[in-house]
């Protein structure tokens, strides 16, 4: 069965960074696009970028662009998810969510990664 | 503000039926046929209960349906469950560089 494995909880200082990730197992890591998605307390979810695992290519949301960086490691099928130059509002939970095979939509998705940003 | 506007709440009995609506623009609903729902309940990973509008995937129960009319997506549960009582968020495809728009997300309960 298809498994999302996220790390722990992270709490965080502003101004830092932080690195989530989110291993796979169960299917072929490499033959899946990999998203991220945060949902911050109270708000809706929000798209932050996808990655090609077999490529590495990247792309991210406008709003992320510049202070996100989403990496892979085919030797591990793990996928990371750095988000720099923390702030408050970054509070969130973070998840990682594989992208159906041709389609547009989500089908296995991580438990979830709460980032507290607090001083 | 998300993208998509959904009802913040809505309840029901069990063995009653409920529809939430998803609202977007001809950008990303009323644009692709790709619009998709999940299930979120504490403590577990979000669960894709619709795909492609109206496509259930293997292992959802077929109580979930959903619809599309322009740029307003619906959710259908029928038979309501007590474990259907979840936030229920909808999603769609937007094109680049948007690439995908959520829903602020609809608290379901069942009374």
């Known amino acids: 069965q298809e498994q999302l494995e996220q790390s722990g909880a992270e709490m965080k200082t502003p101004g830092a960074s932080v690195k989530v990730s989110c291993k796979a197992s169960?299917?072929?890591?490499?033959?899946?696009?990999i998203s991220w998605v945060r949902q911050a307390p109270g708000q809706g979810l929000e798209w932050m970028g996808w990655?090609?695992?077999?490529?590495?290519?990247?792309d991210y949301a406008q709003r992320f662009q510049g202070r996100v960086a989403m990496t892979r490691s085919t030797s591990t099928d793990t996928a990371y998810m750095e988000l720099r130059s923390l702030r408050s509002d970054d509070t969130a939970m973070y998840y990682c969510?594989?992208?159906?095979?041709?389609?547009?939509?989500?089908?296995?998705w991580g438990q979830g990664t709460l980032v507290t940003v607090s001083s | 503000q998300s993208a998509l506007t959904q009802p913040a709440s809505v309840s029901g009995s069990p063995g009653q039926s409920i529809a939430i609506s998803c609202t977007g623009t001809s950008n990303d609903i009323g644009a692709y046929n790709v619009v998709s729902w999940y299930q979120l309940q504490p403590g577990k990973a979000p669960k894709l209960i619709i795909y492609d509008v109206n496509e259930g995937p293997s292992g959802v129960s077929n109580r979930f349906s959903g619809s599309k009319s322009g740029n307003t997506a619906s959710l259908t549960i029928s038979d309501l469950q007590p474990e259907d009582e979840a936030d229920y968020f909808c999603c769609s495809y937007a094109g680049t560089p948007t690439y995908w728009v959520f829903g602020g997300g609809t608290k379901l309960t069942v009374l």
């Open positions: 169960g299917y072929n890591f490499i033959n899946y696009d």
């Open positions: 990655m090609n695992p077999s490529s590495g290519n990247t």
């Open positions: 969510a594989r992208r159906r095979r041709s389609g547009w939509s989500f089908d296995s």
